[in-house]
């Protein structure tokens, strides 16, 4: 497809698992972002790709969180030892530059019990 | 503590009205504006943008305002049409070394009722 895929659309997890949650941006999009959707709030930064560069890493809220991503492709978000308050939609976007229009995929909902 | 506030969770409008969605931000760094808008289960789209240097921008029925004084925006829909129906986010970015990063409100539902 044209757009930005994530998977899997939703996760449920058991309290101290690790998650893997996938990335495939729009192809040629050299910059990949990772935001979080809690209850009743507003997405949040949580980390950003753009090409080789290092990436921005500041948005990630424990070292529980990593995110990778090879080139300009696929990109995953790993949470080890998931804890109830990881519950959130996941919503990867991708953008063909830094300031442009950032394309957002339909979200991972993840729920730790 | 928030720097993008949408103090309104929800609004409901008549179809064929004007729907007004305010948006406040603290952050004087802010220099760039975006609404996006949100349907379940899907992400958000981008929906219209504003750059600090204007104080309005127009795309069809929707409208954006941006009142720098008083850090303030607005989205006006008109006339709204039920299919408007769904969240929408309002969004900054910062003029500063960080500015691909966006700042979002917590959004405001709106329903257009037929």
């Known amino acids: 497809g044209a757009g930005v895929s994530q998977s899997p659309s939703n996760k449920v997890t058991e309290k101290g698992k690790d998650v893997e949650l996938r990335c495939d941006p729009i192809?040629?999009?050299?910059?990949l972002y990772w935001y979080r959707q809690r209850l009743g709030q507003g997405l949040e930064f949580l980390i950003y790709?753009?090409?080789?560069?290092?990436?921005?890493k500041s948005g990630l809220p424990s070292d529980r969180f990593s995110a990778e991503r090879t080139g300009e492709s696929v990109s995953t978000l790993t949470i080890q030892r998931t804890q109830q308050e990881d519950s959130a939609v996941y919503l990867c976007?991708?953008?063909?530059?830094?300031?442009?229009?950032?394309?957002f995929g339909p979200g991972t909902r993840l729920t730790v019990l | 503590d928030q720097q993008v506030k949408q103090n309104s969770p929800s609004l409901s409008v008549q179809e064929g009205r004007i729907s007004i969605l305010n948006c406040d931000y603290t952050?004087?760094?802010?220099?760039?504006f975006l609404w996006y808008k949100k349907y379940p289960a899907e992400g958000p789209t981008f929906l219209i943008s504003?750059?600090?240097?204007?104080d309005k921008n127009e795309d069809g029925r929707f409208t954006v305002f941006l009142n720098k004084s008083a850090k303030h925006l607005s989205l006006h829909i008109v006339p709204s049409q039920p299919g408007d129906s769904a969240v929408y986010f309002c969004?900054?970015?910062?003029?500063?070394?960080?500015?691909?990063?966006?700042?979002f409100g917590k959004g405001t539902l709106l329903t257009v009722n037929p």
């Open positions: 952050n004087s760094m802010f220099d760039y």
């Open positions: 976007a991708s953008s063909s530059g830094r300031y442009n229009e950032q394309f």
């Open positions: 790709f753009q090409g080789n560069s290092a990436p921005d």
């Open positions: 504003i750059s600090s240097i204007k």
């Open positions: 969004a900054a970015r910062n003029s500063g070394g960080s500015n691909y990063k966006l700042t």
């Open positions: 192809s040629g999009h050299t910059a």
